[in-house]
């Protein structure tokens, strides 16, 4: 017995088996996420390096280069690159996609274990990290409260951080800005001097004075008490009044004989605000495996209790920017989408079925695939992400194809007077091998694409596998319900003129006849003239394939989104002081706040992201600005963006950067970037400035800037090493003392009511802010005298790099432009002419060599890696066609649907003003499964037609007036379910919307093409393979004739 035998016999089980795969499917749908996109695997793994004080040029001689020497040999590295801050290394290291990063983690923290002996002393541990995508601030947020800055600043140190941080899948809380209380010991140096005392020597008698320490116990008898000497100063008189030093008079020098002691505040290093008020900042970052729109909900479920908690302190919490808002969103609007496209096809159905119970007995397989499809996107772990609800959306028309074509023929069955039950099983019965067959090439298309390796992988497995699940679902939903339900409520229906759906029905039945006899007519037409329809299907492909060479289609990674978030990242004149920047950065707020468009700006001032990463300085700024909900305003936001660039072009002394906010999440990735890399920093820099120079000159490149960036300025303390021996002392005697001098030790704590403050030692304000007394640092001789810095060096004013940067262990400088109203493919070929131009001029030596980023880089992989997938999918879809028909002929005539279908997908592209990224390619594969179906269906009734004795000509031509309603009924339903994606104006809209008009476009000039090309193909190939069977009989009788002659 049958499947479908099956079913009709004992409805009872269908209905029992698909009321528990809906059970579990609900149950699965609540235990699915929402994410905006899928999981990202990246193979990066990060080591950050600390060495307080230390300029770039001493970080990467002494700490990066000896760490990328030390992981250089691990294996499936594709590529290491590093970047020297002031005080501050990072290497990171690129893995190959099939490399295991966990393994790969162990080996980097290994090989940094190992060379730990040939790190500087003084540096903090290196920290190594596996770098996630999703480890990204969630939510920035304002603070602000009616507390003194030191009272708001340990509420939030001691009790806000650890509440957010406790909350379930936070991973981390950070505080920017804010005062933080310190006791400040400002030394007198002169005062200092006088009395013979250094500041190393006021340095160690406050250490050794500051300490508790254990010193054992005793044992009375019956009691064990634990002796500890409680050293520490428990008052800031204390700390006054502490003896540095014995006269030789029998005298005594306190503390506050040679420093003042302050009770004050850190020095400020970052200043926020939010929409003009001062605030701290705060960011919330997730666990890499916790749900952003979870994990948002909960943060400000806390918030909200947390400011009732501190109602009496005025605590308040402004949020700037929150990335569950446009994750929701996105999925909100395709689930929106989703459900309409349910719609269009009900009413698809209902126009060509003229009934109400047919088309409710093809609807039912929509339901029954999505819910059964939910378990096994629980089952693989996927989430409800723009990926896989985006294939659900686009597989509600492909769900109904099995149903309508075993329906369909069902229903001619009931017209030829077969009893229902009779009609379901003989109708599913011959349909059912072309059924299999355009389900299994829909099927197999997504193979190759859920093999992709790297991101565009990550991006299009999960929807692909929905597909592939969702797809196979509907084919048994037709073998089993459909006929189920075919045989118990389908029957003929008659049309009656006198009720309005009747008078509908009749209308449309007119129109359709109409248009079925003007296709007959151009199908005989065509038939009768196959050279001049094969001239102009090729004139019609040749032209869609010269909208890309020419430049009428462009080509980019993934088009950006109208989110309504961005940031502006401002740099001043290294050197700058906080105060005079943020004075700057106010300026730059007035000007934004005047656009109505904006909602929040959240600035911290000492800050500024950079990439992944960010840096913190005196002289930069960024502003984190959100726009109004995108139906309340009337420009989008790359118009903002353009108005605000236009605004700050002119500001003297001031660079910015203005980045849109990209679908990972991060607002700091330029979409054209070029690693210029060689031996040579000096040669490297010079090229560098040359392409920045060429860049500046490429219509739709804005923002251009070099990585490498002009340090502040400096004192360069040269020393004679021999001299300096002379008196006793190191290298590392010289540059602690000076770092104490200059930027403080603050390794001594202060103790009172149960809080501990730092203790900062370093000079006067009045020596720090002045260059001549740097000579006149003095330090301890082994004789016992006192000696100047400036008898043993020289000091010279220069300026160095703030960034030294590295590319595979050569010398690098990352050349960055954002991209105004051109797309990063059409840029990237004027970048490649650039390039060119500068290597046949001599400025880029053979030494100098560039590599790709960001979107430029992604492009060219992921157009290789879909190139692949797409010519593996039309082999794919080949080979099961031969295995389905056991011919190599007519899968060939089915094949020669799919360059049909790329003419109007390009047209559709170019018309629309739409690029070639991941998703329209994408939709361009989906087209090889689903225009086959149309060719199927015509292939295999002019085989069945023929098999029954007709001739070719009648037989095609009988094929397609048989086949002509099914296939307009199953290109119909899918083109309105990809309507509303494909109008969609909503958040994410920009992404799927491509996709959708490349495949409304291909799936229409393939329908019409087909149905008039196909027959011509085949009757071209039937003539082929009649002269391959008459081969064997020909050569038979030339070697016989040539034989008879002999």
């Known amino acids: 017995m049958t499947l479908t035998g099956l079913a009709i016999k004992r409805p009872t089980l269908v209905v029992v088996l698909f009321s528990i795969l809906g059970i579990l499917g609900f149950f699965s749908y609540r235990q699915l996420q929402y994410e905006l996109l899928p999981k990202m695997s990246t193979p990066y793994v990060t080591i950050t390096t600390v060495y307080s004080g230390a300029s770039p040029e001493e970080i990467e001689s002494t700490v990066t280069k000896p760490v990328e020497e030390a992981v250089s040999a691990i294996e499936k590295i594709s590529a290491i690159n590093s970047s020297s801050r002031e005080g501050v290394s990072l290497v990171t290291i690129e893995f190959a996609n099939n490399a295991d990063i966990d393994l790969a983690l162990q080996d980097v923290q290994r090989k940094i274990n190992e060379s730990s002996d040939r790190l500087p002393d003084g540096i903090k541990t290196p920290v190594v990290s596996r770098f996630a995508i999703d480890e ?20 939030l140190k001691n009790q806000i951080k650890p509440a957010l941080s406790n909350i379930s899948g936070v991973g981390q809380v950070g505080i920017q800005g804010g005062r933080e209380r310190e006791i400040r010991v400002n030394i007198d140096l002169e005062r200092l001097e006088s009395l013979g005392m250094t500041v190393g020597d006021l340095l160690d008698a406050v250490r050794k004075a500051n300490l508790d320490f254990p010193t054992g116990s005793v044992d009375a008898g019956d009691r064990k008490y634990v002796v500890r000497l409680a050293g520490k100063f428990t008052s800031l008189d204390e700390l006054r009044n502490l003896v540095v030093r014995d006269t030789a008079q029998g005298g005594a020098v306190y503390l506050q004989d040679v420093a ?19 605030a701290v900042g705060i960011l919330i970052v997730k666990q890499n495996d916790a749900n952003t729109v979870e994990v948002s909900r909960l943060v400000r479920d806390k918030l909200t209790r947390l400011e009732q908690l501190y109602r009496a302190q005025g605590l308040k919490f402004d949020i700037a920017q929150d990335a569950s808002t446009f994750t929701l969103d996105a999925v909100t609007a395709v689930q929106h989408d989703l459900f309409l496209a349910v719609f269009l096809v009900a009413l698809v159905m209902l126009l060509f079925l003229h009934s109400l119970r047919n088309s409710v007995i093809v609807m039912v397989s929509i339901p029954t695939s999505l819910v059964t499809t939910f378990i096994g996107m629980y089952l693989f772990g996927f989430s409800l992400n723009l990926m896989t609800l985006l294939a659900l959306s686009l597989v509600v028309g492909v769900l109904v194809d099995d149903s309508i074509v075993v329906l369909e023929n069902i229903y001619r069955h009931l017209e030829r007077g077969e009893a229902p039950r009779d009609a379901a ?28 390796s790297g991101l565009v992988g990550d991006i299009l497995r999960e929807f692909s596998v929905v597909m592939v699940v969702s797809t196979l679902v509907s084919l048994f939903v037709s073998f089993t319900v459909t006929p189920l339900l075919a045989s118990r409520f389908s029957k003929v229906e008659r049309l009656d003129s006198g009720t309005p759906g009747g008078h509908i029905a009749l209308s449309f039945e007119r129109g359709y006849n109409t248009a079925r006899d003007w296709y007959l007519w151009l199908l005989e037409w065509s038939l009768a003239n196959p050279k001049k329809v094969v001239a102009i299907s090729s004139i019609l492909l040749i032209s869609s394939f010269a909208l890309v060479f020419s430049g009428r289609i462009g080509g980019e990674f993934i088009e950006v989104s109208d989110r309504g978030d961005f940031s502006v990242m401002l740099e001043l004149e290294p050197g700058t002081s906080i105060d005079e920047t943020n004075r700057f950065v106010r300026q730059v707020e007035r000007k934004l706040q005047v656009y109505p468009e904006v909602d929040k700006i959240m600035v911290t001032v000492g800050t500024s992201n950079e990439g992944f990463l960010g840096q913190s300085s005196d002289h930069v700024a960024e502003l984190n600005v959100r726009l109004m909900p995108k139906e309340q305003r009337r420009r989008s936001t790359d118009a903002v963006m353009q108005l605000i660039r236009r605004d700050l072009a002119g500001v003297p002394g001031l660079k910015a950067s203005i980045n849109p906010i990209g679908i990972f999440g ?14 040579e920093r000096d040669r490297v820099d010079r090229v560098a400035r040359a392409l920045e120079d060429s860049l500046r000159t490429i219509p739709g490149t804005a923002d251009v800037r070099l990585s490498s960036q002009v340090g502040t300025p400096e004192m360069r303390v040269e020393i004679d090493r021999e001299q300096m021996a002379a008196f006793g002392l190191s290298m590392a005697d010289v540059g602690s003392i000076m770092r104490v001098a200059y930027d403080g030790d603050d390794s001594g704590k202060y103790r009172e009511n149960g809080e501990e ?25 082994s004789h016992g005298d006192l000696v100047r810095l400036g008898q043993f060096s020289r000091i010279e004013q220069g300026r160095g790099y703030a960034l030294l940067q590295r590319r595979n262990r050569n010398d690098a400088v990352w050349v960055k432009a954002q991209l105004v109203g051109r797309p990063v493919g059409e840029v990237g070929r004027d970048v490649e002419r650039v390039i060119s131009n500068l290597k046949r001029k001599g400025i880029m030596p053979p030494s100098v060599t560039h590599v790709y980023e960001a979107d430029l880089k992604r492009q060219g992989e992921s157009n290789t890696s879909l190139l692949y997938a797409f010519l593996v999918a039309i082999m794919f879809v080949y080979l099961i066609m031969v295995a389905l028909y056991d011919s190599w002929i007519w899968p060939g005539v089915v094949m020669f649907s799919i360059p049909l279908a790329i003419i109007g997908a390009l047209w559709a592209l170019a018309l629309s003003g739409k690029s070639l990224s991941i998703f329209t390619i994408l939709g361009i594969i989906m087209l090889i499964g689903l225009v086959g179906k149309n060719a199927i269906l015509l292939v295999d009734f002019i085989n069945k037609f023929r098999s029954e004795g007709m001739e070719m000509s009648a037989a095609i031509i009988e094929s397609g007036r048989e086949r002509l309603r099914p296939i ?14 494909a109008l969609s104006g909503s958040s994410g809209s920009e992404w799927k919307s491509g996709l959708a008009i490349a495949l409304i476009g291909g799936l229409s000039s393939s329908m019409f093409l087909t149905l008039l090309v196909i027959p011509v193909v085949y009757v071209w190939f039937d003539r082929i393979r009649q002269r391959m069977m008459d081969l064997p009989s020909y050569l038979k009788r030339r070697f016989v004739r040539n034989s008879s002659q002999g």
Do not use: H, K
């Open 666 to 679: 991060t607002a700091n990735e330029t979409p054209v970037t070029v690693i210029v890399s060689g031996p």
């Open 968 to 981: 307009l009924m199953t290109t119909f339903t899918i083109v309105f379910g990809l309507v509303p994606i």
């Open 136 to 155: 990204l601030p969630v939510l920035r947020l304002g603070a602000t409260s009616n507390l003194s800055d030191t009272e708001f600043y340990l509420l």
């Open 425 to 452: 099983l003989n109708g599913r019965n011959e349909i059912g091998f072309t059924a299999l067959a355009i389900t299994l090439v829909d099927v197999v298309v997504f193979l190759p694409l859920s093999l992709i």
């Open 757 to 781: 403050y730092d203790i900062r030692l370093l000079l006067d304000e009045r020596y720090r802010q002045q260059t001549e007394g740097l000579s006149d640092i003095s330090f301890r001789a």
């Open 260 to 278: 003042e002691v302050q009770d004050t505040f850190r020095e400020i290093r970052t200043i926020s605000r939010i929409n003009g008020r001062n």
